[in-house]
């Protein structure tokens, strides 16, 4: 069980390599629940830069989410987002178990 509400999905869309131009070929897709909020954050990603990001996905535990992965969200108008994540972070508790995975798209 989660720490928040998780009462919305996200689909994640995984890369299956490449084809011969370079551009990844897509694998298969994983729908998971999540908890979404469209908010302005600026966070700092594994490069060292600053980046804005729109939109804070919170997973259960430690989720299977990878910078290469999209992530997929359709919202309540039927407004779809599609991005790669900027900052992946997982949210410990006091033993150091991962409870959440915060997302920044």
Same mark, same amino acid.
């Given at each position: 069980m989660a720490i928040v509400p998780l009462r919305q999905k996200v689909k994640?869309?995984?890369? +299956?390599?490449e084809d011969e131009w370079g551009y990844p070929i897509e694998g298969e897709t994983i729908e998971k629940d999540?908890?979404?909020d469209e908010k302005t954050n600026t966070v700092t990603n594994p490069a060292g830069e600053e980046k804005v990001t729109g939109m804070e996905i919170m997973l259960d535990g430690l989720a299977d989410v !990878?910078? /290469? +992965?999209e992530? /997929?969200?359709? +919202? !309540?108008?039927?407004r779809t987002t599609k991005r790669k994540p900027e900052k992946i972070e997982?949210?410990? +508790?006091i033993v150091?178990?991962?409870i959440l995975t915060v997302v920044y798209l």
């Open positions: 994640v869309h995984k890369p +299956d390599g999540a908890r979404v !990878e910078y /290469e +992965d992530i /997929e969200f359709t +919202d !309540e108008l039927d997982p949210v410990r +508790d150091g178990r991962a």
